[in-house]
């Protein structure tokens, strides 16, 4: 009976990659492995797929408006300039925001947003530091609040409003006191 139930299932062919076992009776109760089957019956159960869970929450662009991102593109295919770094970064600022005004204790997402604005304030120094007609540019067309002037020590700056900076006086001019 074993060897014609082994030929049995020999013959059987499957389509499907996943691993098969089989399960037979040859006790008299029809229980094994907790299936019941009739006595003399062949039943071909596949083997369940297991797969690994995985969980990111790794940002995927959903929900982020990047129309902008085509006036700061160099090239076609410009994902890297600084420009367009900081364009990015700011749809995504705006998303993070949006997201913030409905759920105020979301302290991951509070997090992510100060790191993305860590980045975009860097992006923006050096642009204002290599090409200040593009960060200018830049900060009109995004409506990004201009850097603050980080001023050497003892040296009182003042922002225009043309987002010029206006030496005020300095350490030497107060006579080594802060004014």
């Known amino acids: 009976m074993a060897l014609a139930l082994s030929s049995q299932l020999a013959a059987v062919s499957f389509s499907s990659s996943r691993p098969v076992r089989s399960v037979s ?8 492995q907790g299936t019941a089957v009739s006595t003399g019956r062949v039943v071909v159960q596949a083997a369940p797929v297991r ?10 662009g959903k929900g982020t408006d990047l129309s902008a991102l085509g006036q700061f593109k160099r090239a076609e295919n410009d994902t890297g300039s600084a420009e367009v770094q900081v364009a990015q970064l700011s749809a995504r600022v705006l998303q993070l925001t949006s997201h913030l005004q409905q759920h105020r204790k979301d302290y991951a997402t509070t997090r992510g947003l100060m790191k993305v604005l860590a980045t975009r304030k860097r992006l923006m120094l050096y642009l204002q530091r290599h090409d200040r007609q593009k960060y200018d540019e830049l900060i009109k067309k995004l409506n990004i609040r ?8 003892g040296v009182v700056v003042k922002l225009t409003a043309e987002a010029g900076v206006e030496v005020v006086s300095t350490n030497e001019d107060t006579g080594g006191t802060y004014a």
């Open 146 to 153: 201009p850097l603050k002037v980080m001023a050497g020590r």
């Open 25 to 32: 009776s040859t006790s008299q109760s029809g229980f094994l």
């Open 51 to 60: 797969t690994a869970l995985s969980v990111s929450a790794r940002y995927r």
